[in-house]
């Protein structure tokens, strides 16, 4: 069994509870200022996001998104679709490689992202679940 890094493991952030809630203060300040270039800086020119509503707003079979233009013309949509939108936080849990945010959508759901971080700590893979 190798214990050297893979290339992509080597590139990715290892969050500690501070940069955590860092990273957590920009992401959601982004969205909840509905600043759609404030929320695209969050995010790597690479950025993968997968949520359960592509399918549905994107009229899609597509379970994910890659690159920046793609990812930001769907969350454009979601800002223009949701003028009351606002995440209200809850918890932060870190991982080895990952960031999981935990939080209230408008609606009252219930909401967790799951979030990969490149050294840079852009936004490489965005996973959305909702409750």
Known sequence: MSTTPSATSAALHTPTP?????????????????????IMACYDPTIE???????????????SL???AAVRDYFDRALQRNPA????PMHITVGLESIILVYRRMSGDLAAELFTLNTSGK????ISHYG
Not at 21 to 34: I, K
Not at 123 to 126: V, W
């Open 18 to 38: 501070q940069s955590a809630q860092a990273f957590a203060d920009a992401w959601y300040g982004a969205w909840n200022a509905r600043d759609l270039g404030a």
């Open 49 to 63: 996001h997968s949520s359960p509503f592509i399918k549905r707003y994107n009229n899609t079979d597509d379970k």
């Open 66 to 68: 890659i690159g920046l």
């Open 85 to 88: 939108l606002q995440f209200h």
């Open 123 to 126: 936004i490489t893979r965005s």
